[in-house]
């Protein structure tokens, strides 16, 4: 599954237990659970075990970097996505290429993402002229692709929480 060893006995390799709960999420007081905790290893709900074998937070979606941002956070955001199971295309013909009949599917799997973050010495009147822009163009790209538009902070709060944040005009706005 994700390539781990498993065992039934302690020993100190073990990085991680799993442990059966009850309604309230406690876990019975076993050898191994005590041991986990008393060595400062992760104790984990059976729950997990299931979470690991559905799709990634971001599967289905493709996203699509337009505009100012620092090479190495924009990179950063990039790896971030791909780990959560999206996809990044970095050629805008790569988009426009791909005509899909459903529109509904489109809309809800291609996502164009701008940079929230002020530039760096910019001033107040500055800023929002900025983000006016970037949000412009990424409202035009994504209409020519037929994706949503989102601030690039709807990627760190979605996989925060490890829930899709809501896709819409409120973010185009923040």
């Known amino acids: ?11 100190p390799d073990v990085t991680h237990v799993i442990a059966a709960t009850d309604a309230n999420g406690a876990c019975t007081r076993t050898l191994k659970v005590l ?24 599967h289905g979606f493709d996203f699509y970097f337009v505009g100012d941002f620092v090479s190495a ?43 929230l973050d002020p530039p760096e010495g ?16 990424a409202q035009e790209l994504a209409t020519k692709i ?7 902070t709807w990627l760190l709060e979605s996989i925060a929480a490890y829930k899709l944040k809501p896709l819409g005009p409120s973010l185009v706005c923040s």
């Open 146 to 152: 037929g994706g949503q538009v989102i601030g690039h």
């Open 35 to 58: 041991m986990a905790v008393s060595n400062g290893k992760w104790v984990l709900k059976t729950d997990f075990v299931c979470l690991l074998q559905e799709p990634k937070l971001f």
């Open 73 to 115: 956070y924009k990179q950063d955001l990039i790896n971030l996505v791909v780990a959560a199971g999206g996809t990044v295309s970095t050629v805008i013909e790569e988009l426009l290429g791909c005509n899909t009949h459903d529109q509904a599917a489109a809309l809800s799997s291609r996502v164009v993402v701008y940079n």
């Open 122 to 137: 910019s001033e107040l009147g500055e800023e929002v002229s900025i983000m006016w822009q970037r949000i412009n163009e």
């Open 1 to 11: 599954m994700i390539g781990a060893s498993v065992t039934k006995f302690w020993s």
